[in-house]
Each structure stands twice: as structure tokens, then as C-alpha cells.
């Protein structure tokens, strides 16, 4: 038993290891790499994928988990062995679904349509990406028939990103979501604009104070570097050695709040229990955890009043040429506007789940085979203008904005808007945990709330299924109404002001 349970350990770890290296040379890839080493970088994530596809797949795993079966048995549910057993046997039978030949296709064909992708979106031309996009939607549907038989195609993808989660649950949050969301931007969007927001801010002053956030979020330099990048994300090679990225604009201070996003999912990964280091649940459980982490900084600490009277005064010494004239309260509405908008990632808080929903439906649409790809642009603009209320001027900005599909990310979508759901129920859980949290945030101390979310969220990793920790830590399932009641209560306070 020792011994099965010590080679698990060993596999699973040189297993950990190997994928900790290709999420270097992703990260090497968008951050630092030079245009030329494309296509050798390529040929080496895909030598480094089918080591990692062999070793997932082996036989050998099946005998350990045989034999490891009473051991499991005799462990509580939640303790790492038991967890880390039962984690790795359903990864490893999932990762058994899926012919070596197809997931490596799969690869190939996704990163040569992304860089179709990239210039279809610079041309704003979406005919020379559709076949593209044609055979990558097609390989997801051979991948969705690995899992047969299943009750919903979407599913299968979903599973990918939120383990146990199913398309008729989403249906149901997002059927509830959009009437309401839709009427709120109805009644909330604006036009007005804010010129003080459009800079121009120096970038190495917005490096500056971005720095002082990811500090005052708890992250330390000797664990986490912040670099630049074209689209941000995070990603960690080891629990002490976390990378996050971002972007910065003369033109505007979003590098502020892209900063506070990435830390939240820095800080999630961060913060999972050394004693599951090098293994499988050393990670984040599910998409939508990692999102509600980084919203609940990003949006429900990051866009609220208490913040910004600790952290404003320092942008506007920052910038007082032009901000210093512009009060706290000018300040924090700014950056709370509600406004129709095209492009997803530039969407304030309540009109981006409607972005998220559009997305939902037409993948649910293409992987049922009810809609054509052929059919995209045109069901994207249809469908756009009915939940947003303006026509979509050009691809661009419309059906070819995300990078998503050319990959064959199907399923991720909704796990953005259900992450920013779940970041209130989360929020009110730690608010009624931590007396005087307001205040601490308007001092700048934000140390009581990240020591909760590691207690409660972080430390996990993927011991537990999602739906597991979110019950835990909530008490119930993913709830929209008090993301609804927040919306209002923000409103609130804007039309009293
Ligand atoms: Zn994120």
C-alpha cells in the first residue's frame, strides 16, 4: 500500500513538473519571446504534449488506483491522500477518452486557426478564418463523441473548465440574469464621458502603482513577478513562484484594475496548501472559482467607494495634471460608468454578462449543429443588438473580438460571467466574517480578507469538487440574486450622490 501510494505520488509529480514546463514556454511565448521563435516553440509544446498525453494515460495508473482503493477508503473524504487518489483517477479517466491522435490534431489545428484568427481580426474579415473555425468546431465535436453518451454536447466542454457543472444549470442562472441585466443597462447606461479618464498617464508610473496593489494584496516579489503582455493572464510554475502579466495604455488607467484581476487569480494559486505541492490539486478547482477571485479584488474591492478613498489620493499625486482637479467621488463613479459597449473586455460590471451570455448561446448553438458557421456573424450581430441595444458596426469588434474560438474554447465563457455571480455570494460570506472590513480596505489593509479567502477558498486547491467548495464556503449553489441586489445597491448610491 505504502509503496503504491509513493510511486502515485512520484508519477504524479514528474506529471505535475512536465506541465509546469509547457505553461513556461506559453508564458515565455506571449511574454518575452521574439516573432521568429513561433515555430520551433510550437514543435516543442508539441513533443512536450504527447510526453505529457503518454505519461497522463499510462496503465500503470489503473493498477495504483486498484490497489489503492482501501487505502482511500479508510481516509476521510477531504484529506489530501483521499483527494489527491480519487482527483488523479478522474483526470486520468477522462484523459483515457480522448485518442492520442485526436488531442494532438487538436493542437496543431487550434494553434495555426489562432494565428488565422489574428489576422482575420486585423483585416476584420471573418472568410478567411471560417473554415478554420469550421474544422476546429468539428474536432470539438469528435472530441464530445470521446464521451458518449452524455446528455448535452456542451457539457462535455464544460467539464473541461467546471468540473460537474451542467449546461441546463447555466441555462437556467442566465435565464434569470439577462431580462435583468438588460434592463439595468437600459436604465443606467450612459454616454457621458469622463475626458479626465483618458490620460495621457505615463506608463512608468501605472507600473508604479500597479506594483503597490499587487503588494497590498499580499503578493511578495521573492514569489510572483509582473510583466507586460499583450493580453494578460496568470500562471504558476510552483506554489512559490507565481507569473502575472498585464497591459498598460498612456491612454487610460485599466492596467490599475487588470492588475487587482490577475493578482486575485495570483493569489488564489498562491495560496493552495503546500502539502499539495507537486501534485494534481496543487491549482485553482475550476474556471469559475478562479474567476470569482479575481472579480471579488478586481471589482467588488477594486471599483468600490472604501478603496478608492485609500487609494485614490495616491493616483491623483500620481497624476495631477489630470486628476487633480477631480474629486473622489467624480473619480469612483468614473470608473463604475455603465455604458453599451462592443468589445467584451472593455465592458463595465453589468452589461458584461450580457457579452458572456451572447457567447453562451451561440456555442451552445454551433456544438448542437442548430447553427452553421457560416451563420455566426450574422446570429452574433442579430443577437448583439437585441440584448445590447446597438448595431455591431464590423467583425471586428463583434464575432471575431475574442481569441477563444479560434483555440476551440468552447465552454469557458460562461464560467466569466458565473465567477463574477459567485465573487458576491463569496463577498458577503467574508463581510459577515470580518467586522469593520470597510474600513480596512479604506486604509489600504487587506490582509483580514486574504487570509478568509485563503482559509476558506485558496487553501483547497482541487481537493473537492467545485460544487463542493462553493457549498462549503457559501452555504448553497451559485445564486444570482445578490449579484443583482449588488448592481442595485451600487446604483443606489450614485443616484443619492
Ligand atoms: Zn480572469
Redesign the pocket.
Known amino acids: 500500500m505504502e509503496a503504491a501510494f509513493s510511486e502515485l505520488k512520484s508519477r504524479l509529480g514528474k506529471l505535475t513538473d512536465l506541465r509546469r514546463m509547457e505553461a513556461l514556454l506559453v508564458w515565455d511565448m506571449q511574454v518575452f519571446m521574439p516573432p521568429g521563435g513561433v515555430p520551433t516553440r510550437a514543435a516543442q509544446l508539441g513533443t512536450l504534449e504527447e510526453i505529457v498525453h503518454a505519461h497522463m494515460v499510462d496503465d500503470r495508473f489503473g493498477e495504483l488506483f486498484e490497489e489503492l482503493e482501501p487505502y482511500a477508503a479508510s481516509l476521510a473524504y477531504d484529506s489530501d491522500d483521499a483527494s489527491l487518489i480519487r482527483v488523479a483517477q478522474r483526470d486520468w479517466e477522462r484523459a483515457r477518452r480522448v485518442p492520442a491522435d485526436l488531442a494532438v490534431e487538436f493542437a496543431k489545428v487550434a494553434a495555426e486557426s489562432y494565428e488565422v484568427w489574428v489576422t482575420a481580426r486585423e483585416d476584420s474579415d471573418f472568410a478567411p478564418f471560417r473554415p478554420w473555425l469550421e474544422r476546429v468546431v468539428d474536432l470539438r465535436r469528435q472530441y464530445i463523441e470521446c464521451f458518449a453518451p452524455y446528455d448535452d454536447p456542451y457539457d462535455v466542454l464544460l467539464e473541461d473548465y467546471e468540473p460537474g457543472m451542467r449546461t441546463s444549470e447555466i441555462r437556467e442562472i442566465f435565464a434569470v440574469l439577462a431580462p435583468e441585466l438588460q434592463s439595468l443597462v437600459a436604465e443606467q447606461a450612459t454616454e457621458e464621458e469622463d475626458p479626465f479618464l483618458d490620460g495621457p498617464f505615463p506608463i512608468g508610473a501605472q507600473e508604479a502603482l500597479s506594483r503597490e496593489l499587487v503588494e497590498a494584496m499580499g503578493a511578495t516579489w521573492d514569489q510572483f513577478r509582473l510583466d507586460p503582455t499583450v493580453h494578460p ?2 500562471i504558476t510554475f510552483g506554489l512559490g513562484d507565481i507569473r502575472l502579466t498585464t497591459r498598460y495604455s498612456e491612454s487610460e488607467l485599466n492596467s490599475l484594475f487588470t492588475a487587482m ?2 493578482t ?2 495570483g493569489l488564489y494559486e498562491w495560496g493552495v496548501s503546500k502539502t499539495l505541492e507537486r501534485t494534481p490539486l496543487a491549482a485553482g478547482v475550476s474556471a469559475t472559482l ?2 470569482s477571485q ?2 471579488l479584488w478586481e471589482n467588488v474591492v477594486g471599483r468600490s467607494l472604501p478603496f478608492w478613498r485609500w487609494f485614490y489620493p495616491r493616483v491623483q499625486e500620481t497624476f495631477p495634471g489630470r486628476l487633480g482637479d477631480v474629486s473622489l467621488e467624480q473619480f469612483h463613479r468614473a470608473v463604475n460608468r455603465v455604458r453599451r459597449s462592443f468589445v467584451r473586455v472593455d465592458a463595465d460590471e453589468t452589461s458584461y454578462g450580457l457579452h458572456v451570455i451572447l457567447r453562451f448561446e451561440l456555442e451552445e448553438e454551433l456544438l448542437s449543429g442548430r447553427l452553421a458557421v457560416a451563420d455566426l456573424p450574422d446570429a452574433w450581430n442579430t443577437r448583439f443588438e437585441e440584448l445590447m441595444g446597438i448595431p455591431v458596426p464590423n467583425d471586428a469588434v463583434g464575432v471575431l473580438q475574442d481569441a477563444h474560438w479560434s483555440g476551440g474554447g468552447f465552454g469557458y465563457f460562461p464560467t ?1 460571467l458565473l ?1 463574477t455571480v459567485l465573487s458576491i455570494q463569496i463577498w458577503e460570506r467574508a463581510r459577515a466574517a470580518i467586522p469593520g472590513i470597510d474600513e480596512q480596505i479604506e486604509r489600504g489593509e487587506f490582509g483580514e480578507l486574504h487570509h478568509w479567502l485563503r482559509e476558506n477558498i485558496y487553501s483547497l486547491g482541487r481537493k473537492l469538487t467545485p460544487a463542493e467548495t462553493i457549498e462549503r464556503v457559501v452555504g448553497g449553489p451559485i445564486d444570482p440574486q445578490p449579484y443583482l441586489a449588488y448592481l442595485r445597491d451600487k446604483f443606489e448610491l450614485f443616484a443619492t450622490v
Open positions: 493572464f496568470e484581476h490577475e486575485g487569480h478562479h474567476e479575481s472579480r466569466y465567477g
